[in-house]
């Protein structure tokens, strides 16, 4: 996979879509640059992006599973919907993640 975004500690291009949609967000440990080893994660906007978003997605689960009984056509999807909703949880930061935040310096500690 081609490297187009650069490494906050070297400068160099080391990381793709892929590696930085993984690198996590500032309270993760982060992923290695592949050029100088060094740590590095998605930056407060996607820290923030991803509280928000379990937000969102737990207050959604929880208004499905309290209004359900009370509509028949949300009563029998309600499993559906709310197996979507936990697998958005997992899938939609990662795909922000790996386009809109800038890479930046792990500043987690490590022992």
Do not use: D
């Not at 949609?21 to 060094?38: D, E, L, T, V």
């Not at 309600?78 to 792990?106: D, M, Q, R, W």
């Amino acid at each position: 996979m081609r490297s187009i975004y650069t490494c906050p500690h070297c400068g160099k291009k080391a990381f793709g879509p892929w590696t930085k949609a993984f690198a996590g967000q500032m309270n993760s440990k982060g992923k290695p640059c592949m050029q100088c080893g060094k740590l590095c994660v998605n930056g407060v906007g996607a820290t923030w992006f991803n509280a928000i978003y379990s937000l969102l997605c737990f207050i959604a689960v929880i208004v499905i599973y309290l209004n359900a009984p009370k509509y028949e056509w949300l009563n029998s999807y309600e499993a559906v919907i709310v197996v979507g909703i936990i697998a958005s949880y997992f899938v939609i930061p990662k795909l922000v993640n790996s386009v809109l935040f800038k890479l930046h310096e792990s500043i987690r500690l490590n022992y």
